[in-house]
């Protein structure tokens, strides 16, 4: 029999989860919204009214649809609150220990029959399936950012996936009004085996002095037809999460042709981790972003 959802949990409330929370509600589903600070819980509630007010200004989202979504939002204070979910996804930081420690606390506050899925952007489903209490009810469900506005999701299933698991995340994602791919569980999936080696190029494309960042963010707009440039595009994502894919692809695919550029472990290390810090391979402390270097 197919599992329906209709409630979701959601675990981080970054720019990922804020941003899953939003497309749920928007889609009618019941959301709770845990984080393990109470301030960003907080924070999260502001930008999803300011993404809805984005979306009501342009058209997209009547106004009384925004007031629905916004009232299916609840904080969840502690993983308790997730006891009537039927699916919860974790979108905890790209930190393998970070997302066990979660996975491992999680199941006991869930019923038997919740789904778990995990947001995760390049780490093994299958090994991230085997810390909780149903392995054959877990799976990958990644959203690509801003998720109110990309079109994308990828499915993982991990080895012990069962069917009837994929089924209920595929009709999850078409309610959410995305389209989904499948990935086969190997590092990264599909969408990161690509778009980040391109990343990573372009910084190295930098540490070699071959261009400015202007240079390579330009090049890539204009010569490519990319709507941001990789570098502007990285600082999007946040370098820390860059950094954690490109280490993921090297060990998990054992090849040099994935070793994060020194530039960009470099700046990790500063702390300029892109747009959520004010710093990476931009300044936005100002009115308009100004490249660092
Ligand atoms: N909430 C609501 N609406 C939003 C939004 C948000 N958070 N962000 C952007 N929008 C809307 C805008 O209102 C606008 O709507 P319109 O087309 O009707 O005018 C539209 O999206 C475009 O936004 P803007 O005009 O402000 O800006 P841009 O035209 O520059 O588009 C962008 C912004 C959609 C982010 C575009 O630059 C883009 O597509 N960038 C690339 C994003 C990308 O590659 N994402 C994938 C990253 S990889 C990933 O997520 C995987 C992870 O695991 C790392």
Known sequence: MMIEIKRVGVIGAGQMGTGIAQACA???????????????????FSN???????????????????????????????????????LVIEAATENEATKCQILSKLCNALSCEA???????????????????????????HFMNPVPVMQLVELIRGIATEEQTYEAAKAFVAKL??????????PAFIVNRILLPMINEAVYTLYEGVGSVESIDNAMKLGANHPMGPLELADFIGLDTCLSIMQVLHEGLADSKYRPCPLLVKYVEAGWLGRKAKRGFYDYRGAEPVPTR
């Open 48 to 86: 999803i009214d300011t993404s809805l007010a984005k979306l009501v200004s342009k058209g997209k989202l009547e106004e009384r649809a925004k007031c629905e979504a916004r009232e299916r939002i609840i904080p969840a204070y502690s993983f308790a609150d997730f006891a009537e979910c039927d």
């Open 26 to 44: 928007t889609a009618g589903f019941a959301v709770r919204l845990n984080d393990r600070e109470e301030k960003r819980i907080d924070a999260a």
């Open 115 to 141: 789904l778990v899925a995990t947001n995760t952007s390049s780490i093994s489903i299958t090994r991230l399936a085997a810390i909780t209490d149903r392995p054959e009810k877990f799976i990958g469900i």
């Open 177 to 186: 009004g995305k389209t989904s791919t499948m990935s086969e569980d190997f």
